[in-house]
């Protein structure tokens, strides 16, 4: 195994579990019930994936599914549903986003004193820990709540970047996938920042449920990677029916389309929709989105009809002609086996000795 890689999925993976440690702690601290500590459990999942991981396939990840990623799922949103719910009555001053710390200073000078005459450095460290613990303590929820979803998402993001690849995915493909994702992150923040940041929506506790889960059923996109990886064929894939190797064809796209409308854009629009149909909350910014989700359904919609014609006029094409109907990596497949085939039977020429033709008896002779 190589170090590197056991590098990055230990370390990957301890990221995961530190930040799944300091949402519960969160929730430990805003119910103040140490029955919620029990929700750290939920790490021995990823610790027990992480040795599987090294033991079966030394560190590297799987084909079209990331374990790592979905378990790192399963640690922290629960602690964020519990945030998102209890949603106290801490506020951050006049200014949003501002951070409220009631601590003064006293208490660093307090640590300074009782450590001037020490003489190691070791008590010093542990007072200034405990300081800047409590200062944490004192930051108000709200400020809290947004940070963990900030940091999930980023966290999501650049550990799919840390983690290992496998065999199947290529670096241009993960890159690919991480551009990908940088933008699906920064939908679903702000999708889920805005809708429970509007009174009304705290007020109903059915509305909040129903976001979350929605906010939930978006992030289950994150551990596949179908949106950059197309579906092998086979050489009997010509005997296929046509859904078979339409999807064969086009599997990343019709996978991106699918996601889009009913994992990402579809569900976030039909929440909108209830709010300002049904409930009618209305606000600049809930139009504006509400629109740009109208734009993205409808361009994907347009995006699987074009795909559909132009699959169904190569069919056509191709039946018109006698050809066989396949997909296109099939004659990429055999021209690569051809083009192998050819090259191994040009080395052979070049290395075989030249053959001696016989020599015949000339006329003189």
């Known amino acids: 195994m190589e170090l590197m890689v056991l590098l990055n999925a230990l370390?990957?993976?301890l990221l995961f579990v530190l930040h799944s440690l300091i949402g519960v702690w969160r929730v430990t601290?805003?119910?103040?019930e140490p029955k919620y500590w029990l929700l750290a459990l939920l790490n021995l999942l990823l610790c027990l994936e992480t040795g599987l991981t090294l033991k079966f396939k030394q560190g590297r990840g799987y084909?079209?599914?990331?374990?790592?990623?979905f378990l790192y799922l399963i640690c922290i949103v629960p602690s964020l549903w519990l945030l998102e719910i209890h949603h106290g009555t801490q506020y951050c001053g006049n200014e949003p986003g501002a951070v409220q710390v009631?601590?003064?200073?006293?208490?660093?000078?307090?640590?300074?004193e009782s450590t001037h005459g020490s003489e190691g450095t070791d008590h010093h460290i542990i007072q200034t820990a405990k300081v800047f613990v409590n200062q944490l303590s004192t930051i108000c929820e709200t400020v809290w709540t947004l940070a963990l979803h900030q940091t999930f998402l980023l966290l999501l993001v650049?550990?799919?970047?840390?983690?290992?690849?496998?065999?199947?995915i290529t670096r241009d493909q993960l890159s690919q996938l991480l551009l990908m994702f940088v933008g699906t992150a920064a939908d679903i923040l702000e999708f889920a920042s805005e809708t429970l940041d509007i009174e009304d929506v705290r007020k109903n506790y059915v509305l909040i449920n129903a976001i979350l889960a929605v906010w939930t059923w978006s992030m289950l996109q994150f551990?596949?990677?179908?949106?950059v990886q197309h579906i092998g064929c086979k050489q009997s894939a010509s005997g296929r029916r046509i859904p078979s190797l339409l999807l064969c064809r086009y599997s990343a796209e019709l996978w991106n389309i699918g996601v889009?409308?009913?994992?990402?854009?579809?569900?976030?629009?039909?929440?909108?929709?209830?709010?300002?149909g049904h409930f009618g909350i209305f606000n600049q910014m809930l139009v504006f989105f509400t629109a740009k989700n109208i734009l993205v359904v409808t361009l994907q919609l347009y995006r699987l009809a074009v795909i559909t014609l132009d699959f169904r006029a190569t069919v056509v094409q191709k039946s018109r002609k006698g050809e066989v109907c396949c997909c296109p990596c099939e004659p990429y497949e055999a021209h690569a086996h051809a083009a192998g085939h050819q090259e191994n039977e040009m080395k052979e020429f070049v290395a075989a000795p030249p053959k001696e033709e016989p020599q015949t008896p000339s006329e003189d002779h």
């Open 223 to 227: 551990p596949l990677d179908l949106a």
């Open 102 to 112: 009631n601590v003064s200073n006293q208490d660093f000078n307090q640590s300074r």
């Open 11 to 13: 370390v990957t993976r």
């Open 158 to 168: 650049v550990g799919r970047w840390l983690l290992p690849i496998g065999v199947e």
């Open 29 to 32: 601290a805003v119910k103040k």
């Open 63 to 69: 084909k079209w599914f990331s374990p790592a990623i």
């Open 260 to 276: 889009s409308l009913f994992i990402q854009d579809g569900p976030f629009f039909i929440v909108r929709s209830i709010l300002m």
